[in-house]
Nanobody
Framework: QVQLVESGGGLVQAGDSLRLSCAASGRTFSIYAMGWFRQVPGQEREFVATINSSGRSTIYADSVKGRFTISRDNAKNTVSLQMNSLKPEDTAVYYC???????????????WGQGTQVTVSS
């Protein structure tokens, strides 16, 4: 069992940066690949980024590639999402999630946080 708690969301202006963090409970955090997803009301939850258990491999959605960076600290049981050059279309609730095998598919993720709101004004 893994419990995930996101933090760091907020209201920023276009072009600003924001860093999201996700704290995981449990001693098995290092065996899980971690992902970030986002969801706008009325739309499907979409993939943003994922990182494998060691932190050596990452995958990004085309819409955030070059602007967002996912990282993890297995000693601290945390995964982060550094978001730069934010755009109004990045506005969404952001969720972190855990899965045993790195994937972009949200259905394969076993554990989810409660989400944190990111709002980017133009």
């Amino acid at each position: 069992q893994v419990q995930l708690v996101e933090s760091g969301g907020g209201l920023v202006q276009a072009g600003d940066s924001l860093r999201l963090s996700c704290a995981a409970s449990g001693r098995t955090f290092s065996i899980y690949a971690m992902g970030w997803f986002r969801q706008v009301p009325g739309q499907e939850r979409e993939f943003v980024a994922t990182i494998n258990s060691s932190g050596r491999s990452t995958i990004y959605a085309d819409s955030v590639k070059g602007r967002f960076t996912i990282s993890r600290d297995n000693a601290k049981n945390t995964v982060s999402l550094q978001m730069n050059s934010l755009k109004p279309e990045d506005t969404a609730v952001y969720y972190c999630a855990a899965t045993r095998i790195m994937t972009v598919l949200k259905a394969r993720y076993d554990y989810w946080g409660q989400g944190t709101q990111v709002t980017v004004s133009s």
